[in-house]
């Protein structure tokens, strides 16, 4: 646990005191209180070991008042276990707790900036006041959410400061694709470590919001991606280079693959096979959206869109559920264009998730824009009204990009929190 | 204070994430009205429209790659080499190159500068100083170091207003600058088509605008942000983004600190929160806020007459004269602090806005964001003092905040955040960490 420790004398004059080591002392002491106060969370034992080895470094033993004052994110409740094993370390020291009789007062300040938590212990003597500070590694809660009906759940598999437009989970790693760069990670104990970032040498702006995707070539040894007016591709050779990993890049506008394997109902009535096809979609390069031109055609004039998802339907088949831009979704069956009800709170992006409940698939949305918070939603298509099929999700910010993985089975998001960090976040679902 | 900021922090989050969950739209006209200078250096509103940095920050201060893309130093962060972004150009066509940057930087800050020398070498400028300059990559995130065209490819003195941003300036008649997308922005493409700003309109008109649909973002100052609540606008609110401090002189008849130090404890700064900014903003009597170092409780805001007339004795001052920088409420909270001089037996008499001179001025300093030992030293440039350097430590920071303030040369008095109200066909406004309006982020509902 990093720290920083600090001590100043600000009263009648600033001047810096030397650090000492209490390193016996405050082993000891973290050995008994361990066993003491063992109600006090584990995060800020060590906060008020250091902070009481700074205290009875200016007091020295003997007694003073003690005042905490909370004004961070520590939750109220754990006050008194922290006030507790101050307390006790301070007496394991020699300073001893006393009444208002004291002359000398220590005034703890949990408090906290941006980044991190901070502690501050002003020490008074008389008319003279030594302040010593801790930083404090903040812990960010972890999320719930409650169950009701099919219950959808999240699981953070990723997270960047960079903006990530598509990722890709391989065998024991992750293909990231940022806006410049594409950027391969590998999992070891327990967190990701960067194993090679490749330039996509873009030659002009990206659109002000890019989009991108990726999906796993078909002999699973690669992956293919598009952005904005470009084309990538990697494969993975394990004698090739020092990753393993070969990325190439070059200017494209062909169209972007949206499902590399689809089985398409047949649009007419005298065709009676079904095509199986990569369906591909014009992409607006210097805008956010695909132009609705799909190749191979579906029969019918698509607006330009935002999402699209193949969708299994309930009298057999397959048919295309896409958002237009101008925030109307359709459905694209038997060779018809036709509007689905009940999706005021739909955003713009949403994506198919094969949960194995009710009717097997469902339609994973993200939220509107209507409630305070992004969320993400699964609904049931039976007829042409989606019907909400779970609880919404809640996420930590807004959802950039959602998209289905090869086995269905999830539903991948990407997430810019409100601390501006990107998270990659797996979406499946409980039956109930 | 740390409710207030967290209120603060929740108005904008909720900004955040409330506007993006649908795709914007491209198209359209952003109508903005505002009252003051729109090329006020370094916060006009259209200067972050139309210039770029060689970094820029983003919302939790962490420094970013801008129209530069990588940097190191050497030499005890004493030289700095910036390597610049290919393939950027100017709005005139004109490409970015190293030469114009040292231009630029050069004309930005004339002697005042951070550094010694800046000068190019390749497609890299190198930046030298005598002392440590560890905060150099925030600073030039400020509003004060965009980069400009100086000179253009024929030699001649450019107009000031060609950049690299994402809106190019069109036009400026009868008190509206048009600027318009620019298609190649390096950054992307702005979701709107154009920006109309209208000049030096009043912030009762500029409401009436939006009220009747002729505005799209207005301003809404600090002491009027109850009233916007009130009238249920839709306000994009910046955390603590503008100090409100007393600057005094130590020359003349306040070379005394004694009597600076009694003039310190006798401002209310109580009054100033509630009554003129209308309990907006947090009463500070640090130079950073709480949110940004943790410690600013730790310096007493508390008014102590009686002391500031102990302090003052006997000492005798001639008539010291006191102004205020523009702006809404300025003048009358000029007028607060003066009459709280008096009580503690100071003869005062508040001057005109802009006057030269003046003993005492109330000074409006922007907080630009960043790392907090970044931000103390881009604050003390603003006011006009020469920073310490400072080691990026709490206790550091502590330190050469305190004894700057005991100089009692600055008097920090209350943060102040910025905040405009939109229509409901504006999405996404959000703030730049200086408080503007990230224009080139909004898009318009009803674009086509």
Known sequence: ???????????????????????????????????????????????????????????????????????????????????????????????????????????????????????????????????????????????????????????????????????????????????????????????WREQKRISIGQKRPLPRDPRAIAFT??????????????????????????????????????????????????????????????????????????????????????????????????????????????????????????????????????????????????????????????????????????????????????????????????????????????????VTALCN | MLRRFAISCLLATLALPAAARTRPHYGGTVRVKIEGDPWQRPDGLPRRLIFDGLTTLDRDGTVRPALAVEWESESGDRRWQFRLRPGVHFHDGSPLTAVAVVASLAASCAANCPWNAVHAVGPSIVITGDSPMPNLPSLLAGGQ??????????????????????????????????????????????????????????????????????????????????????????????????LLALQIADSGALANPTLRAAIALAVDRGALFNVIFQKQGEVTASLLPQALTGYSFLFAADRDLNKAHQMRGGLATPPLTLSADQGGAMQLAAQRIALNLREAGFNVQVVGTGTQHSDLMLRKLPLEGGEPAAALEALLRSAGQTPPVVEQTSAALFKAEREFLDQKTLIPLLYLPRAYSSSGRVRDLQLFPDGTPDLAGVSLEDAP
């Open chain 2, 145 to 242: 170091f965009l980069i400009s065209l100086v000179l253009t490819a024929d030699g001649k003195t450019a107009n000031g207003a060609i950049g690299t941003g994402p809106f190019q300036l069109t036009g400026f008649n009868n008190g509206v600058l048009t600027l318009a997308a620019n298609e190649n922005c390096w950054q992307g493409r702005p979701f709107a088509d154009a920006v109309e700003i209208r000049v030096h309109r009043l912030v009762h008109d500029q409401w009436l605008d939006l009220g009747v649909g002729r505005a799209d973002v207005v301003e809404v100052p600090a002491e009027q942000l109850r009233q916007a609540q009130e009238q249920r606008l839709t306000v994009a609110e910046s955390s603590p983004a503008t």
């Open chain 1, 217 to 426: 070539t078909a002999n699973g040894q690669g992956f293919e991606s598009f952005l904005a007016g470009l084309q990538c591709t990697g494969t993975y050779t394990i004698a090739d280079t020092e990753s393993g990993w070969t990325v190439h890049c070059k200017e494209s506008d062909d169209p972007w693959t949206i499902a590399p394997g689809t089985e398409v109902q047949p649009t007419t009535s005298t065709q009676e096979d079904v095509i199986v096809y990569p369906i591909k979609a014009f992409y607006n390069a210097s805008r956010n959206y695909f132009t609705g031109v799909l190749v191979p055609s579906l029969g019918v004039d698509l607006p330009p869109f935002y999402s699209t998802a193949f969708l299994p339907r309930p009298g057999g088949g397959t048919a295309l559920l896409t958002n237009g831009i101008d925030g109307k979704v359709q459905l694209v069956e038997n060779g018809a264009l036709k509007p689905v009800a009940g999706t005021r709170d739909w955003g713009s992006d949403f994506a198919t998730l094969t949960s194995g409940c009710g009717a097997g698939t469902q339609i994973i949305a993200s939220g509107s824009g209507e409630a305070a918070i992004d969320s993400l939603r699964a609904y049931a298509l039976p007829a042409l009204e989606a019907v909400p099929a779970s609880p919404p999700l809640a996420v930590d910010g807004t959802v950039t990009a959602l998209w289905t993985p090869p086995d269905g089975k999830s539903v991948i998001a990407v997430v810019r929190t409100i601390a501006n960090e990107y998270e990659v976040d797996r």
């Open chain 1, 1 to 191: 646990m990093a720290m920083t420790l600090i001590r100043l004398l600000i009263s009648p004059e600033t001047k810096i005191h030397r650090w000492r080591s209490y390193l016996p002392v405050g082993l000891i002491c973290l050995l008994a209180a361990s066993t003491a106060t063992a109600q006090a969370p584990a995060q800020w034992e060590q906060p008020v070991v250091t902070l009481t080895e700074e205290i009875v470094g200016i007091l020295g033993p003997g007694q003073a008042r003690l005042t905490i004052r909370n004004v961070s994110s520590v939750p109220t409740d754990e006050i008194p276990a922290i006030r507790h094993r101050l307390e006790d370390d301070l007496k394991a020291r020699g300073v001893v707790v006393s009444g208002a009789e004291s002359a000398n007062l220590i005034r703890v300040t949990l408090s906290e900036r941006a980044a991190e938590g901070l502690w501050v212990a002003e020490v008074v003597e008389g008319n003279q006041t030594q302040v010593v500070m801790v930083s404090v590694p903040l812990k960010r809660p972890q999320q719930t959410q409650a169950s009701a009906g099919l219950m959808l759940r999240r699981q953070v598999i990723f997270v960047s400061h960079a903006p990530v437009l598509a990722a890709l989970e391989t065998p024991g790693g992750l293909v990231a694709i940022e806006p410049e760069q594409i950027v391969i990670y590998v999992h070891t104990a327990d967190e």
